[in-house]
């Protein structure tokens, strides 16, 4: 995943119009990122089923990496505690276990996992806009079954 972190320039761009898809090769692990940003942009087809797009959402950015790891970020007129409370019940269904959960200076963050493996897991974090009432900012970060959540 560290590859998202070269492509800030390239969401950075996106973030002024339209829509843009780039994907980077790591030469040292052989491993290919793919960021999506812009408008339009759809829902990665590695998602989780524990991990779905919240009801309503604007996909902003997709970065996805391997069989099954990626970062997401929307926005969606939501209370956040709520969107919270939707993913826990969505880990839980899944088997997954909450690892932390917090509240600080008005951002609330969930991750969750498979206890004691890397397996299966997914970190949530969601803050109020400033600049529009009742909008909560989504960051969704997910390892599928399968995925790996080393290297990146």
Do not use: W
């Not at 409370?85 to 969930?110: I, K, N, P, W």
């Amino acid at each position: 995943m560290r590859n998202a972190i070269l492509l800030l320039p390239l969401l950075l761009a996106a973030a002024c119009g339209g829509g843009i898809e780039k994907q980077v090769r790591d030469p040292d692990t052989g491993e290919t990122t793919t960021v999506r940003a812009g408008s339009g942009i759809k829902a990665p087809d590695n998602l989780p089923a524990y991990a779905p797009i919240y009801r309503g959402a604007t996909i902003e950015t997709s970065v996805t990496s391997g069989p099954g790891k990626g970062l997401i970020s929307f926005s969606v007129t939501e209370d956040p505690q709520t969107i919270i409370d939707f993913y826990r019940q969505h880990g839980t269904d899944a088997g997954l276990t909450v690892v932390t959960e917090g509240a600080v200076s008005g951002a609330r963050m969930l991750a969750m996992g498979i206890d004691g493996t890397s397996d299966a897991a997914m970190q949530v974090t969601v803050t109020s806009d400033d600049t529009q009432a009742g909008l909560a900012r989504v960051s969704l970060v997910y390892v599928a079954p399968g995925g790996s959540a080393s290297g990146g």
